[in-house]
Antibody
């Protein structure tokens, strides 16, 4: 069965960077897009960006351009999301979510079908 | 970017009664019935979200058939035919039509039992 397992909680100081990992299993890693979504405490969901592990293509939300880097490692079926220049308002739970759309046919992403358990990142001085 | 506006923000419902939630988009997500990249997700307290409906009206595997989705263009609706206690949580609509430029979520509708 498909599983996405994320790295553990992080506490960072303002200005630092954080790198969150998401290890996938139960499917062919390069066949599916992976999205990153965050949720601030008590707030809604916010899309951060998407990586296509098949071609290492990335799309980032404009809000995070210049601060975010997504990478993938096919040898370990792991995607990474690094966010730099952290601010207190970046305190949130960060989720990875697989898309049902096929990267092989460049199918348009359309369904976040499996989610990681979430990683709490706390930014505080 | 496309803005999704959900109403109501909170919905107290009696067990066994129907519920419906609206999601209105600032731009058309697709005019043909079922063609819009509009999903509905449920988030129970303390859990990650899970998809209920994708591409407007397709029920995801394992989702009870009391959940259904409809709509086209800028107006979409999630229907629950008979609310059960396990349905408590926050429901989000999400559009992926504008990908890769953006994917956006509505602000959520909280379902609670009356």
């Amino acid at each position: 069965q498909v599983q996405l397992v994320q790295s553990g909680a992080e506490v960072k100081k303002p200005g630092a960077s954080v790198k969150v990992s998401c290890r996938a299993s139960g499917y062919t890693f390069t066949n599916s897009y992976m999205h990153w979504v965050r949720q601030a405490p008590g707030q809604g969901l916010e899309w951060m960006g998407t990586i296509n592990p098949n071609i290492n293509g990335r799309s980032y939300a404009q809000k995070f351009q210049g601060r975010i880097t997504m990478t993938s490692d096919s040898s370990t079926s792991t995607v990474y999301m690094e966010l730099s220049g952290l601010r207190p308002e970046d305190t949130a739970v960060y989720f990875c979510a697989r898309d049902r759309g096929s990267t092989r046919t460049l199918e348009h992403p359309y369904c976040f079908d499996y989610w990681g358990q979430g990683t709490l990142v706390t930014v505080s001085s | 970017d496309i803005v999704l506006t959900q109403t109501p923000l909170s919905s107290p419902v009696t067990l066994g009664q129907p519920a419906s939630f609206s999601c209105r988009s600032s731009q058309s997500l697709g005019d043909t019935d079922g063609s819009a990249y509009l999903s509905w997700l449920q988030q129970r307290p303390g859990q990650p979200p899970r998809v209920l409906i994708y591409k407007t009206s397709n029920r995801f595997s394992g989702v009870p058939d009391r959940f259904s989705g409809s709509g086209a263009g800028t107006d979409f609706t999630l229907h629950i035919s008979r609310v059960e206690a396990e349905d408590v949580g926050v429901y989000y609509c999400m559009q992926a039509t504008q990908f890769p430029r953006s994917i956006t979520f509505g602000q959520g509708t909280r379902l609670e039992i009356k």
